[in-house]
């Protein structure tokens, strides 16, 4: 019952990150999102991003899956940030997902792929990272605190389905 962290890179795992993604999405946003909100965060959605995305960014971005017993447990998506929409200095990457399976959060499957992206950052010759986490999320915040990261000031919106939702920025050290 060992965890596993493997690399991303077919479209079966393409699929399966949609349906973790979309678990994870409807879980911790359940009381942020009204039920009509949440209704369109589906698999067909998120499939179609995340395959429209890593078809754009695999060759500049690292997914990572954590598996036990072959089981998708949960998921990392980390790359450059963009300079120009971050004022990030250069050197600076951008974790853009951490997401668990709801009935495995809280069993060190986050803090390992935490782990894999700050070296995923080092390997790519990182030394600071940022991230946007939903403001009202308090228990992914907590996480990314006790991470390390911290809220570096700078807040947009952006949308999740149709919802408009306020982020927050955090940033870090790469060791």
Known sequence: M????????????VAAVALLHTLSRRDAYRDLL???ELAEVTV???HQSWSQR????SDTHRMHL?????????FCYLGPADPAAEQAPPGTGMLNAIHVRPDAVGSGVGLALMRTCLAGFADLGHT???????RENDR??????????AADGVARETMIGSASVPIVRYARAIP
Do not use: K
């Open 2 to 13: 060992t965890l596993t962290i493997r690399p991303g890179h077919t479209p079966a795992d």
């Open 54 to 57: 890593w078809a754009a960014e």
């Open 140 to 149: 992914a915040r907590r996480f990314y605190e006790r991470g390390g990261w």
């Open 44 to 46: 067909e959605r998120q």
């Open 66 to 74: 954590a598996e036990r017993d072959g089981e998708l447990l949960g």
């Open 34 to 36: 009204t039920p009509a």
């Open 128 to 134: 600071r990272a940022m991230l946007y986490v939903v």
